[in-house]
Each structure stands twice: as structure tokens, then as C-alpha cells.
């Protein structure tokens, strides 16, 4: 039988999120976590990711599915492709402004 979550179980995750943490020191800590070994698979990761977004609406095209089905397929493909990049671009930024 399943179990409600409790009021308090996310308790602990607000305490990390509304951690008083400056914009400088955050800054820091996306450009220390940007160089470590990790971040460079999760950068190959992401990219192998963004790739593999386009697989659907091409799959659409080939099938000869209507304009309106491909046209959703590559729009929801080019979105999440730019928020991807956001990420990247986030950590990559904060990288280059600390080795300045």
C-alpha cells in the first residue's frame, strides 16, 4: 500500500534551496563543478542529448506524417535543444569569468 508524502518530507530540499547563497558565490560554485572531470561527460551528455532531439520530427518526415505533426515534433525538439544550451552556456560563462 502506498503511502502519502508527508508535509515535511521536502523539508530538507527547501532548506538547500533558500540557502543565502550570493550571486558571486554561486557563480564560483558553477565554475568549480564546470571543471571538474564529471561536468565534462555531462557536457557530452547534454550535446549526445540535444542530437538525439531531432530523431523524432525526422522520423515524422520520413513516415509522411502531417505538416502539423512534424511541425510540433520540431518545435518541442527546438525548445528543449535551446534550454539544454542554457544550461551549457550557464556553466561554460561562469567557467570564463572565474579564469579571468
Known amino acids: 500500500m502506498s503511502e502519502a508524502i508527508k508535509p515535511d518530507y521536502f523539508k ?3 532548506q538547500v534551496i533558500n540557502e ?4 558571486e558565490k554561486e557563480e564560483q560554485q558553477i565554475a568549480w563543478m ?3 572531470p564529471g561536468w565534462k561527460h555531462m557536457d ?8 538525439s532531439l531531432e530523431i523524432p520530427a525526422k522520423q515524422a518526415m520520413e513516415n509522411g506524417c502531417s505538416y502539423e505533426d512534424i511541425g510540433r515534433k520540431t518545435i518541442v525538439a527546438q525548445l528543449s ?3 539544454l544550451q542554457k544550461i551549457l552556456d550557464r556553466a561554460n560563462d561562469a567557467k570564463e569569468a572565474t579564469d579571468k
Open 20 to 23: 543565502d547563497v550570493t550571486p
Open 12 to 14: 530538507p530540499f527547501r
Open 44 to 51: 557530452r551528455f547534454i550535446r549526445d542529448l540535444q542530437q
Open 81 to 83: 535543444k535551446e534550454v
Open 34 to 36: 564546470a571543471k571538474t
